[in-house]
């Protein structure tokens, strides 16, 4: 339930707090006074499309916040489009930051995208305007109608016809691509076949490039390498005195000459012992290095040739070795596709005409359960008619098999009323008036209210060309929704006013 409207810096305020009770809450005030813009608020503030000038003159941002009350069921619903939502303290809060050129929404406080907010806002609030009833003239708006009627019901099924639709067009994009023109797939074969030659032959392996690059370093940096290792050695063990091995032999000859005196002296020799010990291990060490090290021109050139050819290839197709060969499998793939387009062409035929059957067996499901469903909504429309004081209720839902499929099958749905007694049913779209429109929308929303969830549903000016006793059957119609439904309306007539819980 949605228990208060904030709007900071947008149109005509500067800064308004509404508070909302449950059942029925009346709008109403002159015209120009801002009811509408009120709900317009509501509707920035669930993803709304946003333009700078919506913004207060003179004010540099606008701001919109929206607080519901949520149930433990809402919240699970909410979970399931995003689970991080915090919602334990049953509140859930939506705001929307608009400022030149920009917006920002909050929910809870954490950011969420437009997409998320919109999904979020479905589960919360139904609004219904003026502009709304434009649906009932819209092709595709009465099979629009009658899905969302079905609900759960058609859900599966249109789901499935979806995805089937899918598949078909996935295979016909395939078909169409082995059908382009002749030399344009010559060309690409050609130009196929010389790109997987060339990664063949390279024989690359994994790793490869690693080992070169620490090879030709090492190669190339032979003389310097050599020469600290001669330079090593010398200082270790070399000719004259100063070495390593000379000072460490004269240590300890000094201590073995007092060790049998003083333990630490002892302790001490036998420390330099073990070190004389390592020392002549790493003098032999580097000196079989020093014997063993080699520096070929010829290898080094051949490594950097090498090198060369690796980079390049990775230019061309790949930043690693492992991404070169995954792209060589990717271009074997499409080579053969093409090298084998009749056989291929022949399979995705027999594919194409599979999934069209397949097709066809899901539209025809689908078909099936929207005239079920057609059947129990139009009684339910027509007795709503009848008691919005319409000449004659008589209401029919069509489900007819149009020329052509789509991804939501292959029917056409319209509604047909019969305008006045004695008269030929008419096609809904080519005789109502404005306000007559809006009363049968309001019947379908009350339709639709009798079978979703208890959410808010808002009317802006549903009772547009009535009066008399025909606004006396809005009020009641309106007051018998909000037994089970929060809703908010908009009205300029003392009938609908009256019946208000909250004003």
């Known amino acids: 339930m949605l228990t208060n409207l904030t709007v900071k810096n947008l149109a005509l305020f500067k800064d308004i707090s509404v508070d909302f009770d449950g059942g029925l809450n009346i709008l109403t ?8 813009i009120l709900i317009g608020s509501a509707l920035l503030a669930l993803g709304g499309r946003y333009t700078s000038d919506m913004i207060r ?15 433990d069921s809402l919240k699970d619903m909410v979970h ?9 303290n049953g509140l859930l809060i939506i705001s929307r930051k608009l400022s030149e050129g920009r917006s920002s929404s909050r929910i809870n406080g954490e950011s969420v995208t437009q997409k998320r907010l919109r999904d979020i806002a479905s589960l919360l609030l139904d609004v219904h305007g003026q502009r709304d009833s434009q649906i009932l003239l819209e092709a595709g708006g009465h099979k629009s109608l009658l899905d969302d009627f079905g609900s759960e019901g058609l859900h599966q099924a249109r789901r ?50 690693d080992a070169l690059e620490s090879a030709y370093a090492r190669l190339s940096h032979a003389q310097q390498i050599y020469e600290g290792l001669a330079k090593s050695q010398e200082a270790l063990s070399g000719d004259g005195e100063g070495n390593a091995s000379d000072l460490i032999a004269r240590s300890m000859r000094a201590l073995a000459a007092v060790r049998r005196f003083d333990e630490k002296s002892d302790a001490l020799y036998d420390q330099l012992s073990q070190i004389d010990s390592l020392l002549s291990d790493v003098s032999r060490e580097i000196d079989d290095t020093i014997e063993t090290f080699e520096y070929s021109p010829e290898e080094t050139d051949r490594i950097s040739r090498r090198l060369d050819e690796i980079n390049r290839l990775k230019g061309k197709y790949g930043a690693t070795i492992a991404e070169i060969k995954a792209e060589e499998e990717r271009k074997q793939e499409r080579l053969e596709a093409l090298e084998n387009a009749e056989e291929t062409l022949a399979k995705l035929t027999e594919t194409m005409e599979n999934q069209r059957a397949a097709l066809l067996d899901k539209c025809a499901v689908l078909s099936e359960g929207r005239k079920r469903y057609a059947s129990l909504m139009e009684k339910e429309i027509a007795a709503g008619l009848s008691e919005l004081q319409f000449a004659d209720n008589r209401f029919e839902i069509r489900v007819e098999r149009a020329d052509s499929i789509g991804p939501d099958g292959y029917d056409e749905v319209t509604f047909w009323i019969g305008p006045n007694p004695g008269e030929p049913m008419k096609e809904l779209s080519r005789i109502a008036s404005g306000g007559e429109l809006s009363r049968i929308m309001l019947a379908v929303k009350t339709v639709m209210a009798g079978r979703e969830r208890e959410k808010t549903l808002i009317f802006d000016e549903i009772d547009a060309g009535i009066s008399g006793r025909t606004a006396e059957a809005v009020a009641q119609r309106l007051c018998e929704i909000a037994q089970t439904h929060q809703v908010i309306c908009i009205t300029h007539l003392a009938q609908i006013a009256s019946m208000a819980d909250a004003h």
Do not use: M, P
């Open 160 to 209: 499935e016809t979806e995805n089937a639709y899918r598949a078909l067009t996935e295979t016909k994009r395939a078909i169409d691509q082995i059908g382009e023109d002749q030399t344009q797939r010559q060309r690409e074969i050609d130009l196929l076949s010389y790109e997987v030659e060339e990664i063949s032959q390279a024989q690359l392996e994994e790793g490869e490039d």
């Open 57 to 71: 003159t003179g004010e540099k941002a606008g701001y919109v916040e929206l607080s519901f009350s949520v149930d």
């Open 80 to 88: 399931r489009i995003d689970e991080e939502i915090d919602l334990s």
């Open 29 to 36: 005030g002159e015209t120009g006074a801002g009811k509408s």
